[in-house]
C-alpha cells in the first residue's frame, strides 16, 4: 500500500522525549505506523505514553516534526496484531530496559518501537528504540 509509513517524531516534545533523546543517542523520542488520509491526515497506530498505551488515532502530522518512511506491510497482519494489543498499557520499564540492560519489558504492556517492530516482523522487537528502528528501516532503502 502506497499511503503507509513507519514515522519518527524529531520535534522538540516534552521532557519525557528529551530523555528518550539523550538515553537512546538519537533525534528520534516516538514512532508510528501511520496510513495518510484522502484529506490529509495520518490514521496512526502505535503505543504511546500520552495516550496510555496501545492505540489508533487520527492526526494532523507536521512534516517539520516527523520523518516518513514508506513500509510495505500486510495490512491485515497490521490490524490483526493491533485489535490484540488495543488498550494495552505503554511499557515504561520495557523502554528504559533498552538502555538498563536488567530490566525487561512486560509482555502484557508495549512501548512504541517495540509495538512497530513486532509488526514489522522484527526478532526482538524490545530491542529497539525509535532511532534504532529508525537506523534499520533506513538501511533497507
Not at 8 to 19: P, Q
Amino acid at each position: 500500500m502506497d499511503n503507509l509509513f513507519l514515522i519518527f517524531y524529531k520535534g522538540k516534545g516534552n521532557w519525557v522525549d528529551k530523555l528518550i533523546r539523550f538515553f537512546t543517542k538519537s533525534e528520534y523520542s516516538h514512532c508510528e505506523l501511520a496510513f495518510k488520509l484522502p484529506d490529509g491526515r495520518y490514521h496512526c497506530y502505535s503505543s504511546s505514553p500520552r495516550d496510555n498505551g496501545v492505540r489508533e488515532k487520527v492526526m494532523n502530522l507536521n512534516p517539520e516534526n516527523w520523518d516518513f518512511i514508506p513500509v510495505k506491510i500486510n495490512i491485515t497482519d497490521l490490524v490483526k496484531f493491533y485489535n490484540e494489543t488495543r488498550g494495552m498499557k505503554y511499557d515504561f520499564l520495557g523502554a528504559i530496559g533498552i538502555v538498563v540492560p536488567f530490566l525487561h519489558q512486560d509482555k502484557k504492556k508495549w512501548f512504541c518501537s517495540e509495538w512497530c517492530a513486532n509488526v514489522l516482523g522484527l526478532k526482538k522487537p524490545s530491542q529497539y528504540s525509535p532511532g534504532k528502528l529508525a537506523e534499520w528501516i533506513k538501511s533497507l532503502k
